[in-house]
């Protein structure tokens, strides 16, 4: 009888990676993991528990969980059975380095396994649902959710408008009902960030993507020319399958917050509640043209933003 694991074994070095070497385990509890894995490109590892071994799948975007989109998921070898709780950094160098994250686990059911087509239901704390993988070209397979999406997630949107400010020469009456962001040049872009890809123009900023995995958004920002680029991300569009353009500014503003973006090339620059005087010094200070005022309760939808030029904009009254 062959052995399952000898390509698992052929690819790796048991003195040089803390991967476990372990044999086949012919107790099957139909269970599977999926691993976050942060190699050369970032992927999701599903792994099913199969006939003493776990029958493995690479999954460059993830599990969909839109059944409008099939995944690319390519087949690769099996793994051993202590790969359902194995979790490390894989050294540089060795086959598949990289940072190796347990990102769900579970049992599964099988409706149907055949050598080109899995037929499976997943119940785990992230990823549930009846999905299938077929093969289409060597190991190359597809997955497709069966479900409809699970209750509650919405696709992200595409072709949103942008939010614009109006023009103001004064700031705002009531400076505790506003906040205040520094205009900053360059080229206003809405990221879409999904399954570790962050789909952007500028090559340093894709490192957004893996940077966030597993979080899906949509964000709104300026690509700043500096050396190198900079994306300076002020508000947030979607997030994790829920639109957040109703939401008021402030509370979007908080969701952005919590994503603590702060990378060598994009972050979140400061705002300031209630402090338009504030703002206006700030702006003047790094020689920036303006400042944005933003009424917190304001949603990105129908935005009440207000474009105050440095210059002019110091004067307190009705806005």
């Known amino acids: 009888m062959s052995d399952p694991l000898a390509e698992y074994r052929r690819k790796r070095n048991p003195k040089k990676t803390p991967e476990p070497f372990s044999g086949v385990d ?23 528990e199969h006939d003493g071994v776990l029958a493995s799948w690479a999954v460059p ?29 894989i050294p540089a160098g060795e086959y598949g380095g990289g940072k190796m994250l ?46 409809p999406s699970p209750p509650g997630w919405t696709p992200m949107p595409s072709g949103v408008p942008f939010a614009v400010s109006r023009a103001s020469q004064r700031l705002p009456a009531k400076d505790e009902e506003w906040a205040y962001e520094l205009e900053w040049p360059g080229r206003r872009v809405h990221v879409p960030v999904s399954g570790g890809r962050a789909e952007v123009d500028v090559p340093e900023i894709r490192a957004l993507g893996p940077a966030l995995a ?9 690509i700043v020319a500096f050396v190198p680029n900079m994306y300076f991300v002020f508000d947030l569009l979607w997030l994790d399958g829920k639109s957040t353009v109703d939401l008021p500014y402030a509370d979007r503003r908080e969701l952005l917050e919590r994503l603590d973006l702060n990378g060598p090339n994009w972050q979140t620059p400061p705002h300031f509640t209630g402090g338009g005087r504030f703002a206006l010094d700030t702006a003047r200070d790094q020689g920036l043209p303006a400042v944005i005022a933003k009424r917190l309760s304001s949603t990105y939808a129908e935005p009440d933003w207000r474009l105050i030029p440095v210059e002019r904009g110091n004067r307190r009254g009705h806005g």
């Open 102 to 147: 347990v990102y769900d686990t579970g049992t599964y059911e099988t409706e149907k396994w055949r050598d080109r087509e899995v037929m499976i239901v997943l119940h785990g704390t992230k990823v549930s649902g009846r999905y299938v993988l077929f093969q289409t070209s060597g190991k190359d397979w597809m997955i497709h959710r069966m479900d």
């Open 26 to 48: 012919e107790a099957n509890r139909s269970r599977f993991v999926i691993h976050q894995h942060h190699a050369r490109s970032l992927h999701w590892d599903l792994r099913l």
């Open 61 to 89: 975007r993830g599990l969909p969980r839109d059944p409008a989109r099939n995944h690319l998921a390519v087949h690769t070898e099996d793994h051993p059975m202590e790969y359902l709780e194995f979790a490390g950094t």
């Open 214 to 222: 597993p979080t899906e958004c949509l964000l709104d920002g300026v």
